[in-house]
Protein backbone atom coordinates (compact mmCIF):
# COMPACT_ATOMS: atom_id res chain seq x y z
CA UNK A 1 0.00 0.00 0.00
CA UNK A 2 2.62 2.61 1.16
CA UNK A 3 4.35 1.94 -2.38
CA UNK A 4 1.16 3.68 -3.92
CA UNK A 5 2.11 6.73 -2.22
CA UNK A 6 5.89 6.78 -1.88
CA UNK A 7 8.43 7.14 -4.58
CA UNK A 8 10.90 4.56 -4.62
CA UNK A 9 13.58 6.54 -4.88
CA UNK A 10 12.09 9.10 -2.24
CA UNK A 11 13.04 6.34 0.73
CA UNK A 12 16.08 7.40 2.37
CA UNK A 13 18.02 4.18 3.19
CA UNK A 14 15.55 2.43 5.05
CA UNK A 15 17.97 0.22 6.89
CA UNK A 16 19.80 3.06 8.36
CA UNK A 17 16.17 4.64 9.38
CA UNK A 18 15.21 1.63 11.42
CA UNK A 19 18.42 1.59 12.64
CA UNK A 20 18.38 4.84 14.38
CA UNK A 21 15.03 4.72 15.52
CA UNK A 22 16.28 1.54 16.92
CA UNK A 23 18.51 3.35 19.25
CA UNK A 24 17.03 6.92 19.61
CA UNK A 25 13.54 5.16 21.38
CA UNK A 26 13.81 5.73 24.71
CA UNK A 27 11.76 2.58 25.51
CA UNK A 28 13.57 -0.58 25.63
CA UNK A 29 13.45 -2.90 22.70
CA UNK A 30 14.13 -5.96 22.63
CA UNK A 31 14.00 -9.09 19.80
CA UNK A 32 13.67 -12.78 20.72
CA UNK A 33 13.24 -15.66 18.71
CA UNK A 34 10.68 -18.45 19.15
CA UNK A 35 13.45 -19.51 22.12
CA UNK A 36 13.42 -16.86 23.78
CA UNK A 37 17.12 -16.10 22.31
CA UNK A 38 17.90 -12.46 22.54
CA UNK A 39 18.82 -11.43 18.87
CA UNK A 40 19.01 -7.64 19.19
CA UNK A 41 18.39 -5.16 22.08
CA UNK A 42 18.79 -1.04 22.02
CA UNK A 43 20.36 1.31 24.23
CA UNK A 44 17.99 2.01 26.64
CA UNK A 45 17.09 -1.73 26.93
CA UNK A 46 20.69 -2.01 28.18
CA UNK A 47 20.27 1.10 30.84
CA UNK A 48 16.69 -0.53 31.53
CA UNK A 49 18.30 -3.99 32.64
CA UNK A 50 21.90 -2.41 33.79
CA UNK A 51 23.57 -4.69 31.17
CA UNK A 52 26.07 -4.95 28.78
CA UNK A 53 24.83 -5.35 25.36
CA UNK A 54 27.57 -8.29 24.46
CA UNK A 55 26.72 -10.07 27.02
CA UNK A 56 22.69 -10.18 26.10
CA UNK A 57 22.78 -10.83 22.59
CA UNK A 58 22.26 -14.70 21.91
CA UNK A 59 21.39 -15.33 25.24
CA UNK A 60 17.66 -16.70 27.06
CA UNK A 61 15.18 -13.07 27.67
CA UNK A 62 15.23 -13.93 30.73
CA UNK A 63 18.84 -14.07 31.47
CA UNK A 64 18.10 -10.10 32.74
CA UNK A 65 15.95 -11.70 35.71
CA UNK A 66 17.19 -12.97 38.91
CA UNK A 67 17.99 -16.95 39.10
CA UNK A 68 14.85 -18.16 40.13
CA UNK A 69 12.96 -15.91 37.90
CA UNK A 70 14.53 -16.59 34.55
CA UNK A 71 13.39 -20.49 34.30
CA UNK A 72 9.53 -20.10 34.86
CA UNK A 73 9.66 -16.80 32.75
CA UNK A 74 11.37 -18.63 29.67
CA UNK A 75 8.87 -21.91 29.99
CA UNK A 76 5.49 -19.13 29.40
CA UNK A 77 7.32 -17.39 26.81
CA UNK A 78 7.52 -20.99 24.64
CA UNK A 79 4.97 -22.70 25.87
CA UNK A 80 2.61 -19.17 24.68
CA UNK A 81 4.42 -19.05 21.49
CA UNK A 82 3.41 -23.24 20.92
CA UNK A 83 -0.18 -21.73 21.63
CA UNK A 84 -0.20 -19.35 19.83
CA UNK A 85 -0.87 -17.59 22.74
CA UNK A 86 1.22 -14.70 23.53
CA UNK A 87 -0.03 -11.85 25.43
CA UNK A 88 0.52 -8.50 23.27
CA UNK A 89 0.29 -5.54 26.41
CA UNK A 90 0.56 -6.59 30.13
CA UNK A 91 2.41 -5.40 32.99
CA UNK A 92 4.35 -7.53 35.83
CA UNK A 93 7.31 -7.26 38.23
CA UNK A 94 10.52 -8.83 38.10
CA UNK A 95 13.31 -8.55 40.25
CA UNK A 96 16.55 -8.35 37.91
CA UNK A 97 19.78 -10.00 37.76
CA UNK A 98 21.13 -7.76 40.72
CA UNK A 99 17.97 -7.57 43.28
CA UNK A 100 16.50 -4.79 42.16
CA UNK A 101 12.56 -4.70 41.60
CA UNK A 102 10.65 -3.14 39.51
CA UNK A 103 7.79 -2.77 37.18
CA UNK A 104 7.67 -3.04 33.40
CA UNK A 105 4.65 -2.73 30.86
CA UNK A 106 5.80 -4.80 27.90
CA UNK A 107 4.35 -4.48 24.42
CA UNK A 108 4.78 -7.22 22.30
CA UNK A 109 4.67 -7.70 18.55
CA UNK A 110 5.13 -11.14 16.37
CA UNK A 111 6.32 -11.86 13.30
CA UNK A 112 7.20 -14.74 11.23
CA UNK A 113 10.41 -14.00 9.19
CA UNK A 114 10.45 -14.84 5.12
CA UNK A 115 12.28 -18.17 6.04
CA UNK A 116 8.83 -19.08 8.33
CA UNK A 117 10.63 -18.31 11.38
CA UNK A 118 8.99 -16.33 14.33
CA UNK A 119 10.52 -13.59 16.32
CA UNK A 120 8.87 -10.93 18.73
CA UNK A 121 9.57 -7.68 19.22
CA UNK A 122 9.11 -6.06 22.74
CA UNK A 123 8.97 -2.66 23.59
CA UNK A 124 9.55 -2.80 27.32
CA UNK A 125 8.95 0.56 29.75
CA UNK A 126 9.75 0.47 33.42
CA UNK A 127 6.79 1.96 35.04
CA UNK A 128 8.14 1.10 38.70
CA UNK A 129 7.08 5.28 39.92
CA UNK A 130 3.56 5.01 38.44
CA UNK A 131 2.68 1.64 39.79
CA UNK A 132 4.25 3.18 43.88
CA UNK A 133 1.82 5.82 43.40
CA UNK A 134 -0.77 3.80 42.10
CA UNK A 135 -0.40 1.56 45.11
CA UNK A 136 0.16 3.66 47.62
CA UNK A 137 -2.91 6.01 46.12
CA UNK A 138 -4.89 2.73 46.44
CA UNK A 139 -3.98 2.03 50.07
CA UNK A 140 -4.89 5.46 51.28
CA UNK A 141 -8.49 4.91 50.28
CA UNK A 142 -8.54 1.89 51.38
CA UNK A 143 -7.28 3.49 55.11
CA UNK A 144 -9.45 6.45 54.43
CA UNK A 145 -12.67 3.62 53.50
CA UNK A 146 -12.16 1.97 56.89
CA UNK A 147 -11.80 4.85 59.07
CA UNK A 148 -15.27 6.17 57.07
CA UNK A 149 -16.77 3.46 58.16
CA UNK A 150 -14.87 2.29 61.39
CA UNK A 151 -16.39 5.28 63.14
CA UNK A 152 -19.43 5.45 65.66
CA UNK A 153 -20.36 8.68 64.09
CA UNK A 154 -21.98 9.35 60.68
CA UNK A 155 -20.26 10.77 58.13
CA UNK A 156 -22.10 12.29 55.28
CA UNK A 157 -20.10 14.21 52.34
CA UNK A 158 -21.94 16.64 50.48
CA UNK A 159 -20.88 18.67 47.36
CA UNK A 160 -22.19 22.05 46.68
CA UNK A 161 -23.49 23.13 42.99
CA UNK A 162 -24.50 26.16 41.86
CA UNK A 163 -28.43 25.43 41.56
CA UNK A 164 -28.68 23.76 44.94
CA UNK A 165 -27.26 25.93 47.57
CA UNK A 166 -26.50 22.48 50.07
CA UNK A 167 -25.78 19.79 46.90
CA UNK A 168 -26.51 16.59 47.79
CA UNK A 169 -24.84 13.41 49.20
CA UNK A 170 -21.78 12.01 47.43
CA UNK A 171 -20.65 9.64 49.89
CA UNK A 172 -22.20 8.88 53.14
CA UNK A 173 -20.93 5.81 55.57
CA UNK A 174 -22.58 2.92 57.59
CA UNK A 175 -23.55 4.92 60.75
CA UNK A 176 -25.36 7.20 58.66
CA UNK A 177 -27.09 4.50 56.88
CA UNK A 178 -28.27 2.24 59.65
CA UNK A 179 -28.95 5.61 61.91
CA UNK A 180 -31.36 6.88 59.56
CA UNK A 181 -32.64 3.86 58.19
CA UNK A 182 -31.91 5.04 54.38
CA UNK A 183 -30.18 2.39 52.49
CA UNK A 184 -27.17 4.26 50.68
CA UNK A 185 -28.25 5.02 47.24
CA UNK A 186 -31.59 6.62 48.73
CA UNK A 187 -29.36 8.54 50.33
CA UNK A 188 -27.30 9.74 47.26
CA UNK A 189 -30.68 11.04 45.90
CA UNK A 190 -31.25 13.02 49.04
CA UNK A 191 -29.84 16.74 50.09
CA UNK A 192 -28.84 17.36 53.45
CA UNK A 193 -32.31 19.41 54.09
CA UNK A 194 -33.72 16.02 53.71
CA UNK A 195 -32.37 14.59 56.85
CA UNK A 196 -32.86 17.81 59.54
CA UNK A 197 -36.16 18.11 61.29
CA UNK A 198 -38.07 20.76 59.82
CA UNK A 199 -37.64 23.04 63.02
CA UNK A 200 -34.06 22.79 62.82
CA UNK A 201 -34.12 24.18 59.60
CA UNK A 202 -33.36 28.07 60.17
CA UNK A 203 -30.70 26.88 62.38
CA UNK A 204 -29.41 25.04 59.85
CA UNK A 205 -29.48 27.43 57.17
CA UNK A 206 -27.42 29.88 59.28
CA UNK A 207 -25.14 27.49 60.33
CA UNK A 208 -24.49 26.71 56.61
CA UNK A 209 -23.79 30.33 56.16
CA UNK A 210 -21.72 29.99 58.96
CA UNK A 211 -19.82 27.45 57.07
CA UNK A 212 -19.28 29.11 53.71
CA UNK A 213 -17.56 32.15 55.42
CA UNK A 214 -15.72 30.43 58.09
CA UNK A 215 -14.86 26.92 56.80
CA UNK A 216 -15.64 25.18 59.51
CA UNK A 217 -19.07 25.11 62.41
CA UNK A 218 -20.05 23.04 64.47
CA UNK A 219 -23.57 23.05 66.08
CA UNK A 220 -26.39 20.75 67.45
CA UNK A 221 -29.08 19.73 64.93
CA UNK A 222 -32.03 17.66 65.27
CA UNK A 223 -31.50 15.34 62.62
CA UNK A 224 -35.18 13.26 61.54
CA UNK A 225 -34.57 9.45 60.16
CA UNK A 226 -36.97 7.87 57.37
CA UNK A 227 -39.18 6.48 60.01
CA UNK A 228 -39.59 10.19 61.22
CA UNK A 229 -37.55 9.27 63.99
CA UNK A 230 -35.97 12.30 65.53
CA UNK A 231 -32.39 12.09 66.86
CA UNK A 232 -30.35 15.22 68.24
CA UNK A 233 -27.05 14.77 66.86
CA UNK A 234 -23.61 16.94 67.15
CA UNK A 235 -22.33 18.54 63.77
CA UNK A 236 -18.91 19.03 62.98
CA UNK A 237 -19.14 20.21 59.30
CA UNK A 238 -15.49 21.51 57.31
CA UNK A 239 -15.60 22.77 53.76
CA UNK A 240 -12.94 21.85 51.67
CA UNK A 241 -12.41 21.43 47.37
CA UNK A 242 -12.49 18.02 45.97
CA UNK A 243 -12.44 18.21 42.30
CA UNK A 244 -12.25 21.74 42.40
CA UNK A 245 -16.19 21.43 43.62
CA UNK A 246 -16.73 22.97 47.29
CA UNK A 247 -17.21 19.87 49.32
CA UNK A 248 -18.79 19.96 52.47
CA UNK A 249 -17.77 17.22 55.17
CA UNK A 250 -19.73 16.30 57.96
CA UNK A 251 -19.61 14.60 60.71
CA UNK A 252 -22.65 13.47 62.94
CA UNK A 253 -22.54 12.92 66.61
CA UNK A 254 -25.59 11.02 68.47
CA UNK A 255 -26.30 12.94 71.60
CA UNK A 256 -29.56 11.41 72.57
CA UNK A 257 -27.85 10.20 75.79
CA UNK A 258 -26.47 13.81 76.59
CA UNK A 259 -29.94 15.55 75.67
CA UNK A 260 -31.52 13.12 77.73
CA UNK A 261 -28.97 13.86 81.03
CA UNK A 262 -29.20 17.65 80.55
CA UNK A 263 -33.07 17.10 80.58
CA UNK A 264 -32.95 14.93 83.13
CA UNK A 265 -30.48 17.58 84.90
CA UNK A 266 -32.73 20.81 84.17
CA UNK A 267 -35.53 19.23 85.48
CA UNK A 268 -34.39 18.05 88.70
CA UNK A 269 -32.73 21.31 89.25
CA UNK A 270 -36.05 22.58 88.35
CA UNK A 271 -38.22 20.59 90.64
CA UNK A 272 -35.54 21.54 93.71
CA UNK A 273 -35.77 25.13 93.07
CA UNK A 274 -39.94 25.26 92.91
CA UNK A 275 -39.71 22.90 96.13
CA UNK A 276 -37.27 25.55 97.57
CA UNK A 277 -39.54 28.50 96.75
CA UNK A 278 -42.60 26.17 97.88
CA UNK A 279 -40.49 25.94 101.02
CA UNK A 280 -39.84 29.49 101.51
CA UNK A 281 -43.07 30.54 101.05
CA UNK A 282 -44.93 27.98 103.36
CA UNK A 283 -42.02 29.74 106.13
CA UNK A 284 -43.63 33.09 105.14
CA UNK A 285 -46.94 32.32 105.64
CA UNK A 286 -46.50 30.57 108.85
CA UNK A 287 -44.20 33.47 109.82
CA UNK A 288 -46.99 35.75 108.85
CA UNK A 289 -49.58 33.89 110.62
CA UNK A 290 -47.67 33.22 113.64
CA UNK A 291 -46.98 37.36 113.93
CA UNK A 292 -50.47 38.12 113.61
CA UNK A 293 -51.99 35.64 116.10
CA UNK A 294 -49.30 36.99 118.74
CA UNK A 295 -49.42 40.34 117.82
CA UNK A 296 -53.02 39.93 118.28
CA UNK A 297 -54.47 37.41 120.92
CA UNK A 298 -51.25 38.13 123.11
CA UNK A 299 -51.67 41.94 122.35
CA UNK A 300 -55.32 41.84 123.46
CA UNK A 301 -55.11 39.51 126.35
CA UNK A 302 -52.32 42.13 127.95
CA UNK A 303 -54.19 45.43 127.04
CA UNK A 304 -57.30 43.59 129.00
CA UNK A 305 -55.15 43.14 131.58
CA UNK A 306 -53.52 46.66 132.10
CA UNK A 307 -56.80 48.23 131.94
CA UNK A 308 -57.99 45.70 134.82
CA UNK A 309 -55.27 46.31 136.47
CA UNK A 310 -55.75 50.32 136.62
CA UNK A 311 -59.33 49.88 137.43
CA UNK A 312 -58.17 47.96 140.50
CA UNK A 313 -55.20 50.36 141.47
CA UNK A 314 -57.72 53.31 141.08
CA UNK A 315 -60.23 51.34 143.70
CA UNK A 316 -57.52 51.03 146.39
CA UNK A 317 -57.28 53.78 149.56
CA UNK A 318 -55.03 56.11 149.89
CA UNK A 319 -53.56 53.89 153.24
CA UNK A 320 -52.94 50.70 150.69
CA UNK A 321 -49.61 52.23 149.52
CA UNK A 322 -47.62 49.49 149.28
CA UNK A 323 -49.80 47.54 147.73
CA UNK A 324 -50.76 50.46 145.10
CA UNK A 325 -46.60 50.44 144.51
CA UNK A 326 -47.01 46.93 143.77
CA UNK A 327 -49.89 47.21 140.86
CA UNK A 328 -47.60 50.33 139.47
CA UNK A 329 -45.19 47.82 138.89
CA UNK A 330 -47.04 45.21 137.35
CA UNK A 331 -48.93 47.52 134.86
CA UNK A 332 -44.85 48.63 134.10
CA UNK A 333 -44.35 45.17 133.37
CA UNK A 334 -47.74 44.67 131.02
CA UNK A 335 -45.92 47.70 129.16
CA UNK A 336 -42.54 45.90 129.25
CA UNK A 337 -44.63 42.52 127.94
CA UNK A 338 -46.98 44.41 125.43
CA UNK A 339 -43.64 45.90 123.60
CA UNK A 340 -41.67 42.76 123.31
CA UNK A 341 -44.56 41.05 121.74
CA UNK A 342 -44.72 43.88 118.82
CA UNK A 343 -40.68 43.41 118.58
CA UNK A 344 -40.97 39.35 118.40
CA UNK A 345 -43.95 39.44 115.81
CA UNK A 346 -42.49 42.07 114.06
CA UNK A 347 -38.93 40.42 113.31
CA UNK A 348 -41.29 37.39 112.37
CA UNK A 349 -42.86 39.28 109.56
CA UNK A 350 -42.39 43.24 110.17
CA UNK A 351 -45.94 44.04 109.36
CA UNK A 352 -44.26 47.18 107.60
CA UNK A 353 -43.05 44.97 104.24
CA UNK A 354 -46.87 44.57 104.02
CA UNK A 355 -48.11 47.95 105.00
CA UNK A 356 -45.99 50.22 104.33
CA UNK A 357 -43.55 48.29 101.49
CA UNK A 358 -39.89 47.38 100.65
CA UNK A 359 -38.82 50.70 100.94
CA UNK A 360 -40.18 51.23 104.32
CA UNK A 361 -39.45 48.42 104.97
CA UNK A 362 -35.60 48.40 104.19
CA UNK A 363 -35.75 51.51 106.41
CA UNK A 364 -36.89 50.42 109.51
CA UNK A 365 -34.84 47.56 109.30
CA UNK A 366 -31.51 49.68 108.98
CA UNK A 367 -32.82 51.50 111.80
CA UNK A 368 -33.05 48.52 114.16
CA UNK A 369 -29.73 47.45 112.84
CA UNK A 370 -28.33 50.31 114.31
CA UNK A 371 -29.91 50.72 117.42
CA UNK A 372 -28.93 47.08 118.18
CA UNK A 373 -25.57 47.00 116.77
CA UNK A 374 -24.00 50.27 116.86
CA UNK A 375 -22.89 50.14 113.25
CA UNK A 376 -23.66 53.02 111.25
CA UNK A 377 -25.91 52.65 108.19
CA UNK A 378 -27.03 55.08 105.33
CA UNK A 379 -28.93 54.51 102.87
CA UNK A 380 -29.66 55.58 99.31
CA UNK A 381 -33.39 54.69 98.26
CA UNK A 382 -35.78 55.62 95.75
CA UNK A 383 -38.13 58.65 96.45
CA UNK A 384 -41.46 56.17 95.45
CA UNK A 385 -42.40 53.68 96.61
CA UNK A 386 -41.88 50.52 94.46
CA UNK A 387 -44.54 48.31 93.49
CA UNK A 388 -43.37 44.47 93.71
CA UNK A 389 -45.39 41.48 93.97
CA UNK A 390 -45.25 40.59 97.36
CA UNK A 391 -42.99 37.32 97.23
CA UNK A 392 -40.52 39.36 95.28
CA UNK A 393 -40.30 42.11 97.83
CA UNK A 394 -40.18 39.20 100.86
CA UNK A 395 -37.53 38.00 99.23
CA UNK A 396 -35.45 40.77 98.76
CA UNK A 397 -36.32 42.19 102.39
CA UNK A 398 -35.06 38.81 103.58
CA UNK A 399 -31.95 38.66 101.57
CA UNK A 400 -31.10 42.43 103.41
CA UNK A 401 -31.44 41.08 106.46
CA UNK A 402 -29.32 37.92 106.27
CA UNK A 403 -26.96 40.65 104.79
CA UNK A 404 -27.28 42.65 107.70
CA UNK A 405 -27.12 39.73 109.93
CA UNK A 406 -23.78 38.22 108.57
CA UNK A 407 -22.27 41.90 108.80
CA UNK A 408 -23.38 42.23 112.77
CA UNK A 409 -21.87 38.39 112.86
CA UNK A 410 -18.92 38.43 111.26
CA UNK A 411 -17.61 41.43 109.43
CA UNK A 412 -16.54 43.46 112.55
CA UNK A 413 -17.24 46.47 110.53
CA UNK A 414 -18.46 49.78 111.62
CA UNK A 415 -20.05 51.39 108.82
CA UNK A 416 -22.84 50.10 106.37
CA UNK A 417 -23.49 51.65 102.63
CA UNK A 418 -27.31 50.36 101.21
CA UNK A 419 -28.29 51.54 97.88
CA UNK A 420 -31.40 50.22 96.58
CA UNK A 421 -32.75 51.04 93.12
CA UNK A 422 -34.98 50.12 90.28
CA UNK A 423 -32.89 51.19 86.61
CA UNK A 424 -34.51 49.88 83.73
CA UNK A 425 -35.89 46.84 83.61
CA UNK A 426 -33.88 45.54 86.64
CA UNK A 427 -34.17 46.07 90.37
CA UNK A 428 -31.02 46.53 92.32
CA UNK A 429 -29.68 46.27 95.83
CA UNK A 430 -26.70 46.61 96.99
CA UNK A 431 -25.06 46.48 100.76
CA UNK A 432 -21.37 46.96 101.52
CA UNK A 433 -19.72 47.16 104.62
CA UNK A 434 -16.47 47.89 105.62
CA UNK A 435 -15.20 44.83 107.64
CA UNK A 436 -12.31 42.11 107.52
CA UNK A 437 -14.06 40.90 104.03
CA UNK A 438 -15.43 37.67 103.51
CA UNK A 439 -13.01 35.23 101.19
CA UNK A 440 -13.75 33.24 98.16
CA UNK A 441 -13.83 29.92 99.82
CA UNK A 442 -16.42 31.17 102.68
CA UNK A 443 -18.46 32.76 99.53
CA UNK A 444 -18.48 28.84 97.64
CA UNK A 445 -18.77 26.96 101.07
CA UNK A 446 -21.13 24.59 100.76
CA UNK A 447 -22.04 24.94 104.31
CA UNK A 448 -22.74 28.78 103.49
CA UNK A 449 -26.10 28.49 103.93
CA UNK A 450 -26.79 31.88 104.65
CA UNK A 451 -24.80 32.51 101.44
CA UNK A 452 -26.96 29.97 99.16
CA UNK A 453 -30.12 30.90 100.65
CA UNK A 454 -29.61 34.42 99.35
CA UNK A 455 -28.37 33.08 96.15
CA UNK A 456 -31.70 30.96 95.85
CA UNK A 457 -33.83 33.52 96.77
CA UNK A 458 -32.57 35.46 93.90
CA UNK A 459 -32.82 32.96 91.61
CA UNK A 460 -36.36 32.06 92.30
CA UNK A 461 -37.13 34.87 90.23
CA UNK A 462 -34.87 35.04 87.63
CA UNK A 463 -32.29 37.19 89.76
CA UNK A 464 -28.68 36.42 90.99
CA UNK A 465 -26.63 37.75 94.23
CA UNK A 466 -22.91 39.11 93.46
CA UNK A 467 -20.90 38.65 96.56
CA UNK A 468 -17.03 40.17 96.68
CA UNK A 469 -14.77 40.36 99.63
CA UNK A 470 -11.54 42.31 100.13
CA UNK A 471 -9.30 41.48 103.26
CA UNK A 472 -9.15 44.16 105.24
CA UNK A 473 -11.20 46.52 103.43
CA UNK A 474 -15.44 44.71 103.51
CA UNK A 475 -17.72 42.95 102.11
CA UNK A 476 -19.68 43.83 98.91
CA UNK A 477 -23.51 42.23 98.04
CA UNK A 478 -25.22 42.92 94.93
CA UNK A 479 -28.34 41.77 94.07
CA UNK A 480 -30.04 42.14 90.73
CA UNK A 481 -33.60 41.22 90.05
CA UNK A 482 -35.62 41.38 87.42
CA UNK A 483 -38.15 43.78 87.96
CA UNK A 484 -40.97 41.44 85.49
CA UNK A 485 -41.64 38.62 86.65
CA UNK A 486 -39.59 35.63 84.65
CA UNK A 487 -41.03 32.06 84.25
CA UNK A 488 -39.77 29.86 86.82
CA UNK A 489 -36.84 27.70 85.60
CA UNK A 490 -36.29 29.67 82.54
N1 LIG B 1 -20.14 40.60 105.68
C1 LIG B 1 -19.27 39.59 105.95
N2 LIG B 1 -18.00 39.87 106.31
C2 LIG B 1 -17.13 38.90 106.56
N3 LIG B 1 -17.41 37.56 106.47
C3 LIG B 1 -18.65 37.21 106.12
C4 LIG B 1 -19.64 38.19 105.82
N4 LIG B 1 -20.78 37.54 105.49
C5 LIG B 1 -20.49 36.22 105.56
N5 LIG B 1 -19.22 36.01 105.95
C6 LIG B 1 -18.54 34.71 106.09
O1 LIG B 1 -19.21 33.77 105.27
C7 LIG B 1 -19.65 32.68 106.04
C8 LIG B 1 -20.93 32.15 105.47
O2 LIG B 1 -22.03 33.01 105.69
P1 LIG B 1 -23.48 32.44 105.80
O3 LIG B 1 -23.69 31.55 104.63
O4 LIG B 1 -24.42 33.54 105.97
O5 LIG B 1 -23.42 31.49 107.05
P2 LIG B 1 -23.53 31.86 108.61
O6 LIG B 1 -23.90 33.30 108.70
O7 LIG B 1 -24.59 30.96 109.12
O8 LIG B 1 -22.19 31.57 109.16
C9 LIG B 1 -19.75 33.19 107.41
O9 LIG B 1 -19.59 32.14 108.36
C10 LIG B 1 -18.61 34.17 107.48
O10 LIG B 1 -17.40 33.51 107.77
MG1 LIG C 1 -25.49 34.14 107.72
Known amino acids: MIDDFLLKEDLPNIDLLFGQLWEISVDGMRLIDEDGKILLVNDSFCK ?106 AVFVTQLSNEKSYGDFIEVNEVACVRLGYTKEEFLQLSPSA ?35 LIPVEINSHLFLYNDKPTVLSIARDITERKQTEERLKRTSKL ?71 KISSKLRPGILDELGLIAAIEWQAEEFEKLTNIKCSLVLPKQEIELEKNKSTAIFRIFQEALTNIARHSEANKVMVSFMNHQSNIYLEIQDNGKGISQDQIKDFKSLGIHGMEERAMVFGGEVYIEGFAGKGTTVKVEIPFNELKNGH
Open 48 to 153: IFQMEKDKLLGKPFSIVYKRDEQEPALEAYRRDIRNNKIKTLFERENTLWNGRKAWFEFSNSFLTLPDGKKITLSVIKEISERKKSEIELRESESKFKMLFNSAND
Open 195 to 229: IVSPKNMPEFNLNMERLLKEGHVIYDVVHKAKDKK
Open 272 to 342: LRELATHLQSVREEERTMIAQEIHDELGQVLTALKIHISLLANKLNTNQAPLKEKINSLSGMIDASVESVQ
